[in-house]
């Protein structure tokens, strides 16, 4: 099985995971083949991922960060943050969504302990939102959320703790919502002033909801950086608490990946180069090695284009070496299917490298322009995922 982006999936392709809806409704079953308006649809409702099932790949199980049914809830849980500001809750949230969002907390420690996968991104999740802000948002913060927690936990910390933390790292960027342009409001675009106020406004609402001290700090101190540039204090090294030095990276990380805030996606190896440029000065560099040496770059399952334009799925990892993973070539520079897959070791062959995720350029993809230029209608906020 593999993942495709859901613009580079043809027709008769046959889906590998259930579409369900948020309400648990069966939008398109395993099996289901795929047709053209099946594609443009899909599209359209904003999901940009599909499971496939692929010649060659049957025994390849994508990776998944944490399960459907714990996305459900977080899901549930930071709608209600954004409902509830969205509301006019501007000095504190009711105490039914703290309870909420700390239950959900809980729930995403509990299954990522049991798990024990790798740590990879991004969560797969699409919404129906209107608001692509709000949807960049929510990718954001679980993207953010799911990866700190899964260190932390690694590091050893458990309970209360770890569950403010987890909390605080899905919700670093809640005080956005509370700027006057709010999550449309961009440092590039205004006064970088008042766009910094996010911290301040972030750890205000967080802590006068009653949130642990932990998760409002996360939100105050997640743009200091270890020699001293960052805001609002300017805060260096020790000063900076190190679980949200965490927070820090990640949501480097996952925007660079991800081209949040108006900039070009790179591709994760590239990202990373970024963050060896702050390593030392911008960021702890002990914790920019453990993010190189845990994270699996390109999750099992995600499809690629290698240097040599072949289109191979992940297939496997190295422990010592995750960012060099093991492919297997599913089809040619052309496109054409192979009928003898066969599997490539990056970690071995140092002339090959990543280029690209998807099959970028098939011909038979349904173009996207064609989806930005039809009229689009959704029906609430339903979220869809692959189950």
Known sequence: MIIMRTSECRPGMKLGRSIYTEQGHVLAGR????????????????????????????DIAPDQAIRDE?????????????????AGAKSAMAGSVVRFCMDAAKL???DLRVRRNHLC??????????????????????NVGVCVTKLGLEEGLA???????????????????LLPGGLAERAMNGDIAEYANHAELGFRILRDSGFP???????????????????????????????????????????LVNGRGGGAPML???????LYGGAGTLYDMGKVCRLRDSMALFPRGTTVRLSSGEIGVVAGFHEDSKQRPIVRVIRNPEGTALDRP??????????????????????????AQEVKAAPIHRGGSRVFHVV
């Open 213 to 255: 001290s932990l998760t409002s700090q996360c939100a105050l101190f997640h743009h200091e950086r270890v020699d001293g540039s960052g805001y609002p204090f300017g805060l260096q090294g020790s000063r900076i608490h190190p679980l949200i030095q965490w927070v820090s990276i990640f949501d480097m990380f996952d925007t």
């Open 70 to 86: 714990t996305l459900i809830v977080l899901h549930g849980a930071l709608s209600h943050v954004l409902d509830e500001l969205s």
């Open 342 to 367: 066969y599997e490539v070791d990056l970690k071995r062959q140092l002339h090959l490298m990543i280029s690209g995720f998807g099959t970028s350029g098939s011909e038979n993809a349904v173009p």
């Open 121 to 142: 991104l991004p969560v797969y999740l699409s919404t129906t939102l209107t608001d692509g802000d709000k949807q960049h948002f929510l990718e954001h913060a679980l």
């Open 268 to 274: 994760p190896h590239e990202a990373l180069e970024v």
């Open 159 to 177: 309970g209360e703790e770890l569950q403010a933390l987890a909390m605080g790292a899905m919700l670093h960027d809640i005080g956005r919502l």
């Open 31 to 58: 099996g289901f083949i795929l047709t053209e308006h099946a594609i443009y649809k899909l599209q359209q409702m904003g999901l940009p991922f599909l499971h496939i099932e692929e010649q060659g790949t049957e």
């Open 108 to 110: 995403l420690v509990d």
